[in-house]
């Protein structure tokens, strides 16, 4: 049995002096001799407040209650069984915010194995929030998991092969809330910064105004979370050779969402329209990890990698039943980028002439020309189609190790596959003469100092393969050998490493993680460290 209470406090009060110094004001004259000459003017005249008073305070408390009592014992001839129990209770109390977070959580956990080879996990939660009213703010969550060891089993244990063999399989629901996702159930409201009259103009006429900032669904409930996983876990050749894999699948329902499409503006803004549980996705996807290590005298090598793949799209979502079906949401990926699709630049006026009257302000020669969807023969948000996905389908990472004597190299990379990025920071944009891209001198619409609505829409036009695949460190060292160290008890290692220094993108001239690094944001830097490292 366990258990323990924390008190987690933060109380801070500033106090202190104010004032303003001299404040100066330049005077453009001219001198006796008939020279232009500038002299300052004092505008403002320092002021000292040397009384001390209040100036700001903070103030977080965080308490949590942890108590947990297990059993665990063979109940026969290879029969194992072990429980577990865990409540949990915290509160966060924060100074501005509307009230105290406050959440509890009873959970149960039976888990019964037999003689190594079968295993069956059954899990039970039993949640609470105050971020919800009524009934709804406490929910039952159920789960299982199997498992079966098959290196266990008689027709493999003495393999030489299969060192290690495990199948497993599980199921459970979980609620989750955004952190936006605050005390739902109820109306917000904040003072506007404004003041209202009633009745006639005095001093005592004037009360300070509130506004509705949120309508609250007192029926809101949890969303909630369904994960199925199928997964393996094995190593083979004397443990030389390690392999897991899942297969997950995630279904998201009862979502939160202010359903805007479904209303009418007359209705007026979002803080009129409470969040109800109505938006659902699922996530698919594969995560996998392999490693092999293995010696050969002196010279000993490892190398693995990671890969994951994942897509999630929307089963359910609010938005209304469009006639043109491509610009529906529901089924397509969450991670969707819409836009337009663009085709090539115009030619001429009889280019412009020919084709769909676009809708984003005039148009000339040079200009931007986009395709029309529907074939209405306007171009505007009607048109907007699929351009790109914001996030990759697939992560990989790499590493190996290879040892010869007291020397050691190791290699590390990553990369992304299955984005897109959007050309929008001032690389891409023209902003007078702050650019210097290539692609700002070959390709770019035409140039005007009006500026043009049309050719700066989100479309294709501005969209680049985000993929990417990045050496993020190589090192070499060198350790000294122990004999040589037995006097200093110390393990000592000289070595060379170097950071970023290999990347492999379409992209030639900006970082494909970050396109505004050595923009508008510090760069991504290539380093070069030489160190020596002394384990005691």
Partial sequence: MKHYVSLDLYNELVRGTGGNPNLYEPLFTVNDAGEDTTILNIYTHEFQDLDIGHMDDDITRHYTYYFNLDYDREIGDGHFLNTDLLYFQNALERRGKTGDEKNQMLNGKINYSFRNRYIIDLFMAYNGTQKLSGSNQFRFFPGFGVAWIASSESFLRNSPIVSFLKLRASYGESGYFNISEYYVYRDTWYSSGSNVIFGTKDKYSDYPAYELTQTGNPDADWPVVKKLNAGIDASFLKNSLSLAMDVYQNSYSGLLDRLIAYHPGIEGDTRFIPYENYNATERRGIEAGISYHNRAGEFGY??????????????????????????????????????????????????????????????????????????????????????????????????????????????????????????????????????????MLNDYPRLTTYGSSNNLRLSDYWMSDGAFFRLKMVEFSYSLPANTLNALQTGLRIFVRGNNLLTFSGMEDLDPENIDAGVTMYPLYKTWAVGISIAL
Wanted: negative net charge; proline residues 4%.
């Fill in 302 to 439: 490892m190398a693995g990698g990671t890969f994951a793949w994942s897509k999630e799209r929307y089963t359910r979502i609010a938005e209304l039943d469009y006639p043109d079906s491509y610009r529906t949401m529901e089924g397509k990926r969450t991670d969707a980028i819409w836009g337009l699709e663009s085709n090539g630049l115009f030619l001429d006026q009889e280019d412009i002439a020919s084709s769909a009257t676009q809708m984003f302000g005039p148009v000339y020669p040079g200009d931007i020309k986009y395709t029309d969807q529907n074939g209405d023969g306007l171009l505007d948000e009607r048109d907007e189609v699929i351009i790109g996905y914001s996030s990759p389908t697939v992560n990989i990472g790499i590493h190996c190790r290879l040892v010869y004597k007291n020397f050691s190299l190791f290699l590390q990379g990553a990369g992304t596959f299955g984005s897109d990025l959007v050309l929008n920071n001032p690389y891409y944009r023209n902003y007078g003469k702050d650019t210097y891209s290539a692609f």
